[in-house]
């Protein structure tokens, strides 16, 4: 089946401490990206990528690094500098550059305290 | 700033109602999409909608963009259990061919049985 892989579904961390929440597609999708969803809120845009070894922040991408050294990977890295890092996050794919996000993981709860 | 405004929040209805969620934009938009989250799920794509005024329909789903395309609507016939959920509205601020969508907070519709 293809799909996007999000892991951990939960993860819980202590403050000040950096974490990686994953993302793999075999979808074979050029595009990538990483959202935030707070409670009762919509999704928010953190970092896009259209290519490989090429990414874009979003709108709220301070505390936030990803990379893509792999067209199916796209890991986003939470920093000890984001100042509200609980949340859910979801990473979505699309089938072509500058489309919208098609396709969404099932995402990674993050609990930090 | 851009913004994109759904109305209701929250909508309780008896199955077999039928449901509007309502979507406005600040500014004109190139095209607006939909999505829909279960609870404890992740977004599933429904639908892009690209030129005004246009109507697209997806079984008990009806989807129109606006003549001016700064409004949108999602229109559910018959409301059953499995349409329980929230519904969000994204557009695109960055112009034709921009990726960076903006969402609502999303209209929750939960469906009485």
């Known amino acids: 089946d293809g799909g996007i892989t999000q892991s951990p579904k939960y993860l819980f961390r202590k403050e000040g401490q950096n974490v990686t929440l994953s993302c793999e597609q075999n979808?074979?999708?050029?595009?990538m990206y990483w959202y935030r969803q707070d409670p009762g809120q919509g999704l928010r845009l953190i970092y896009y990528s259209q290519i490989v070894n090429d990414f874009q922040k979003g709108d709220i991408a301070e505390g936030y690094s990803v990379s893509r050294e792999k067209k199916e990977s796209f890991p986003l890295t939470v920093t000890s500098a984001q100042k509200n890092p609980t949340a859910f996050y979801l990473c979505?794919?699309?089938?072509?550059?500058?489309?919208?996000?098609?396709?969404f993981g099932p995402g990674t709860r993050l609990t930090v305290t | 700033g851009q913004q994109v405004m759904q109305i209701p929040q929250y909508q309780h209805v008896q199955e077999g109602e039928d449901f509007t969620t309502y979507c406005n934009s600040s500014?004109?938009?190139?095209?607006i999409q939909w999505y829909k989250q279960r609870p404890g799920g992740h977004p599933v794509f429904l639908i892009q909608l690209v030129k005004s005024g246009e109507v697209k329909k997806q079984k008990r789903l009806t989807f129109q963009f606006g003549e001016a395309k700064k409004n949108s609507s999602l229109h559910i016939t018959a409301t059953q259990t499995t349409d329980v959920g929230t519904y969000f509205c994204a557009g695109p601020f960055g112009g034709a061919g921009s990726y960076q969508l903006t969402f609502g907070k999303g209209t929750k519709l939960s469906v009485i049985p």
């Open positions: 979808l074979n999708h050029d595009a």
């Open positions: 979505a794919s699309s089938t072509r550059q500058g489309a919208s996000p098609e396709y």
């Open positions: 500014t004109t938009l190139s095209n």
